[in-house]
Structure formats: structure tokens, C-alpha cells
T-cell receptor, first 115, second 112 residues
Framework: NAGVTQTPKFQVLKTGQSMTLQCAQDMNHNSMYWYRQDPGMGLRLIYYSASEGTTDKGEVPNGYNVSRLNKREFSLRLESAAPSQTSVYFC??????????????FGQGTRLTVV | RKEVEQDPGPFNVPEGATVAFNCTYSNSASQSFFWYRQDCRKEPKLLMSVYSSGNEDGRFTAQLNRASQYISLLIRDSKLSDSATYLCVVTHLQGGADGLTFGKGTHLIIQP
């Protein structure tokens, strides 16, 4: 049971380059999330998708775009990378939040450095 | 407005001791509560859910106090392997983009 799979695990970009972080889950979850984690900041929500075809902005969406390709896959795109986007990125999935007992499952993370 | 707050620590605790920490939340409509554990440079993983009646899993006990809007985690007979960051997670009835809200975590260091 793979759970949530993220690729790549590590990436170094030059300022201005673009890239897409891929995420796929095999748990038939409705909700998927992208977070970034920076020292001292905790997990901050970038974008959220309640279901295929729907996305919502989170706390820190600027500089990012997302695509919920189907129920399994939720990708995060950096169109023009900036050093401020150096971070660890986590994808997560869950049943719809608010249902009692639901929990979130995380991918292993992508460590991105923008130079 | 901070929705979920935790003492960042670090909590330095000798092996075998009992340690407890709290997490306060501001949204009274919060519905589900969890403790997650995050090891250095790893993804967060569910430690335990927190139920209204409280729940225990081995050396770990989680409790919810809705009146005062906090949850707690108690670790008994702490082990070196308990060293990690513990994240409090709160979900809201409304769901949506902020349906899952994370605290910044409490860093626990168990010392030999």
C-alpha cells in the first residue's frame, strides 16, 4: 500500500526556472493538499483540492499553481522559482475534513532549493 | 489570529520520565483532533486521534478539553526514540481550504 507518493524527493533550481511537483494517492481520498514547511513556521497550506476539478487557495498561494488531474493526482507548479520558495514541500490527502475520525496522510516530501 | 498554538519547546526530558504538553485551539467549531509525530527531515505521521472521552495507546495518553479548548498529550516512561516534533492537528466542520489546521509543533528531546 503506497499511500501518498511524491516526486521528486530532492530538487535544485535556478532562480526563474519552472518545475512541477507530482503527488499521487491510492487511498481513494477526496481531499488533497500541498503544504510547505520552513524552520520555525510549521506547515503552511499552499493549495487545497476538495475533489477532482476544484482547487482553493491556502495561506501562501503566491508563486504557485496547482492542478487536480483526477482523483488520484494533485500537482504543484512553480512557474518562476524564487529563493523564497526554498522549502520542504509535503503533499497530503484525507477524506473530507470535518468528518469525525478523518486523518491526513503525507507524502515523504520534496526538498527544494532555489539558488 | 493563531488558530492552533503549541509551545515550541524544546522540552528536554530524561529517559524514563513523564512529559506532557498541550495544544490550544481557537475555533469552537473544531470537530476532530489529532497528534502527529514528525521526525527530523521526515513527513508527519499520525500518532493518535483524540476523542472526547480521552484515549490511551500504550505509553501515550491524549485528552480533549472542549470547554477550555485544548488537547493534551502525555508520554509516560519516555524512550530515546520518542525524540521528535509533535504536531497538533485540528479539523473544522466547514472543511474547505483550512479544514485541517496544524500547530507549529512541540520539539521533544529525550536525553539518556
Amino acid at each position: 500500500n503506497a499511500g501518498v507518493t511524491q516526486t521528486p524527493k530532492f530538487q535544485v533550481l535556478k532562480t526563474g526556472q519552472s518545475m512541477t511537483l507530482q503527488c499521487a494517492q491510492d487511498m481513494n481520498h477526496n481531499s488533497m493538499y500541498w503544504y510547505r514547511q520552513d524552520p520555525g513556521m510549521g506547515l503552511r497550506l499552499i493549495y487545497y483540492s476538495a475533489s477532482e476539478g476544484t482547487t482553493d487557495k491556502g495561506e501562501v498561494p503566491n508563486g504557485y499553481n496547482v492542478s487536480r488531474l483526477n482523483k488520484r493526482e494533485f500537482s504543484l507548479r512553480l512557474e518562476s522559482a524564487a529563493p523564497s520558495q526554498t522549502s520542504v514541500y509535503f503533499c497530503a490527502s484525507s477524506e473530507n475534513p470535518g468528518w469525525f475520525g478523518t486523518e491526513a496522510f503525507f507524502g515523504q516530501g520534496t526538498r527544494l532549493t532555489v539558488v | 489570529r493563531k488558530e492552533v498554538e503549541q509551545d515550541p519547546g524544546p522540552f528536554n526530558v530524561p529517559e524514563g520520565a513523564t512529559v506532557a504538553f498541550n495544544c490550544t485551539y481557537s475555533n469552537s467549531a473544531s470537530q476532530s483532533f489529532f497528534w502527529y509525530r514528525q521526525d527530523c527531515r521526515k513527513e508527519p505521521k499520525l500518532l493518535m486521534s483524540v476523542y472526547s472521552s480521552g484515549n490511551e495507546d500504550g505509553r501515550f495518553t491524549a485528552q480533549l478539553n472542549r470547554a477550555s479548548q485544548y488537547i493534551s498529550l502525555l508520554i509516560r516512561d519516555s524512550k530515546l526514540s520518542d525524540s521528535a516534533t509533535y504536531l497538533c492537528v485540528v479539523t473544522h466542520l466547514q472543511g474547505g481550504a483550512d479544514g485541517l489546521t496544524f500547530g507549529k509543533g512541540t520539539h521533544l528531546i529525550i536525553q539518556p
